[in-house]
């Protein structure tokens, strides 16, 4: 078969990402009939930067999803298929089997795998870690940097040195030295997991009991129930056969998480902990001030009441477009780790390790590097848009 032409090869591709195309159209036209409806997401779409922004994120979003229901990828992104080594875009298969994709349609890479499908599977990659791993690392910085902020004193000054402390190690030197092989066989990444993901159970507690605890029949069960379940998924994120945490039969491990993302998470929480920390304890200082914490004072509401149930919902705006940045920053964080080879098995499909793979043969072969470079600069950009998006119209409340 003649190998395609780049109009072949687009369009091949846009039909590929059909189901994307249609989880986007159905997503924007629900959200537009009921945008106000929906608070601060609903005025997004009166911000055309962050409602392109959100276009890009969600089209990465839903890849990743599709991509692992088999609804995109045109081949396993693991797969070696003799004489497509290094095979420029549009290349036929030379033997294709019966049901099997004829075409690579972005090339084969240095081992024979199609760079499509690998750049498919990477999303997933992303959307797995990047927001979880922010997510984690803003109930750290949330339940630590709110009695700082309001507290202030000793408290303050012991966990601002803390996070100036991490803060002070270069970045990527404090990545480097967390996946390095040595010191994840000593165990460090496990302990810090055991450490690190207590706290949303700590935030979720807390918020509970604070904002129920003058009803305790209805109080009681809601903290067993809901912390109960809490801790058996902390139990089995950290517990890992042959780790020196291993605390559930495999009977009962809700997630068997590979060591090199369980170190990966960690790093990147641990990383990013520090500085969601003094965003949220400044926040919390200014806010402290405000007359409906004097008034909530004056009622006799009790201190995680009022940093809970007054000064947070406050600080969303400000919080929820840091957010935003962070899973930014932490694609890219990913990436240099991928690019590096840190953290993620050697064979992993994620845009950094493939980028990495593909720069080593650049000035010969272009087309194995730039598809996942352009997957992560879109993403990136997407992020830093709609961060834009709801700045601009959190300003406006």
């Not at 959200?31 to 922004?53: H, V, W």
Request: negative net charge; glycine residues 10%; aromatic residues 12%.
């Amino acid at each position: 078969m003649e190998p395609l032409t780049w109009a072949d090869i687009i369009g091949r591709m846009f039909w590929q990402f059909m189901p994307v195309w249609i989880a986007l159209i159905v997503l924007f036209a629900v959200s537009a009939a009921f945008k106000r409806k929906l608070g601060l997401y609903g005025k997004l779409y009166d911000s055309p930067i962050g409602l392109i922004g959100f276009g890009l994120v969600m089209f990465w979003v839903f890849t990743g999803i599709f991509g692992q229901l088999d609804l995109i990828m045109t081949h396993d992104p693991l797969s070696q298929v003799s004489g497509m080594k290094n095979e420029p875009p549009g290349t036929a298969m030379r033997n294709p089997g019966e049901g099997e994709y004829a075409y690579y349609l972005l090339g084969g890479d240095n081992l024979a795998r199609d760079v499509f499908s690998r750049m498919v599977d990477g999303a997933w990659v992303v959307v797995q870690i990047a927001p979880l791993a922010t997510l984690f690392a803003f109930m750290v910085g949330i339940t630590l940097g709110l009695p700082a902020g309001y507290y202030g004193g000793k408290l303050d000054t012991l966990l601002s040195f803390l996070a100036n402390l991490i803060l002070a190690f270069p970045v990527i030197l404090l990545f480097y030295l967390l996946v390095t092989p040595e010191i994840v066989e000593t165990g460090v990444p496990n302990y810090m997991a055991t450490v690190l993901f207590i706290f949303p159970i700590i935030f979720v507690g807390v918020l509970l009991n604070s904002r129920y605890y003058t009803q305790p029949k209805f109080r009681t069960p809601l903290l067993i129930g809901v912390l109960g379940v809490m801790l058996w998924i902390y139990l089995s994120l950290i517990s890992e056969v042959g780790s020196p945490v291993s605390v559930l039969p495999g009977i009962v491990d809700l997630f068997d998480i590979p060591g090199g993302i369980l170190v990966v998470f960690v790093s990147v929480v641990f990383v990013n902990s520090p500085t969601v920390f003094r965003i949220v304890r400044g926040l919390a200082m200014d806010i402290k001030t405000r007359d409906y914490v004097a008034a909530a004072q004056t009622r006799g509401e009790g201190p995680w009441y009022i940093m809970l149930w007054e000064i947070l919902p406050n600080a969303r705006g400000p919080l929820i477009v840091d957010f935003c940045l962070r899973i930014g920053y932490t694609t890219i964080l990913l990436g240099t780790l991928g690019f590096f080879g840190l953290g993620l098995p050697p064979e992993s499909p994620d845009w950094g390790s493939t980028i990495n793979e593909g720069r080593k043969l650049l000035s010969i072969y272009l087309h194995p590097a730039l598809p996942p470079a352009f997957a992560l600069l879109s993403l990136v950009l997407g992020l830093n848009l709609l961060a834009d998006g709801l700045r601009e119209e959190s300003l406006k409340d």
